[in-house]
C-alpha cells in the first residue's frame, strides 16, 4: 500500500495507492476503472454513470451505467439500463440489457430484457425473460406473425368436404 522512494535530493518518500482510483473486474471486460458503491454505504437515488459501476452496498433508485456488477451481499431496489450486467447480489426491479448474467448467488426478482442471457446453476430469478426484438449481433430478429387460417376454407383447398351446419 505505501511504497518507499528515494526523491531527487536523496529525501525519503512516501507514495500511497489510496490516491490511485478504484479498480474492479467488471463485465465489460478485466480490470478498468470503476465508480464503486462499497460494502455499508446505502445510496437513496437514480445513478447514473458513462463508466462501469460496482454496487457492494444497497442502491434505491434506478441505475444506467456502460456496466453493472451487482457484487454478492449488495442490494439494488430499482430499474437497471446498461449494456452488460451481471447479478452477484439481489435486485428487486427490472433489467434492461444487452448481456445479463445471474449468477449462482444471484436473485432477480423483476423481468429481464435482454439480447444475451446466462443464468447459473442455483441462481434465483422471479420475473419475465423477454428477448429484445432488436437486432441481435447484426442479425435481424426472424419471429415473425402468424395469421390464424380459416379452417373450414383450408379443409375445402386441401380436398376435404365442408358439410353446412
Not at 25 to 52: H, W, Y
Not at 132 to 160: A, F, M, W
Request: aromatic share 2%; glycine share 12%; net charge negative.
Amino acid at each position: 500500500m505505501f511504497n518507499k522512494q528515494e526523491n531527487s535530493s536523496g529525501e525519503d518518500a512516501v507514495n500511497s495507492s489510496s490516491n490511485n482510483p478504484a479498480r474492479a473486474t467488471t463485465p465489460s471486460g478485466g480490470q478498468s476503472e470503476a465508480s464503486v458503491i462499497s460494502a455499508g454505504l446505502k445510496i437513496v437515488g437514480n445513478l447514473q454513470s458513462e463508466a462501469d459501476v460496482v454496487i457492494s452496498g444497497t442502491v434505491e433508485g434506478d441505475i444506467n451505467s456502460r456496466s453493472l456488477t451487482v457484487s454478492e451481499g449488495a442490494n439494488v431496489t430499482g430499474t437497471i439500463e446498461s449494456t452488460s450486467v451481471e447479478v452477484r447480489g439481489k435486485v428487486d426491479g427490472q433489467i434492461h440489457a444487452s448481456s445479463v448474467k445471474v449468477a449462482r448467488s444471484g436473485c432477480v426478482n423483476g423481468d429481464i430484457v435482454y439480447e444475451t442471457l446466462s443464468i447459473d446453476e442455483g441462481a434465483v430469478v422471479e420475473g419475465q425473460l423477454r428477448r429484445n426484438q432488436g437486432s441481435l449481433h447484426g442479425h435481424k430478429s426472424k419471429i415473425s406473425t402468424l395469421t390464424p387460417v380459416d379452417g373450414d376454407r383450408k379443409k375445402k383447398e386441401l380436398g376435404g368436404e365442408v358439410k353446412a351446419g
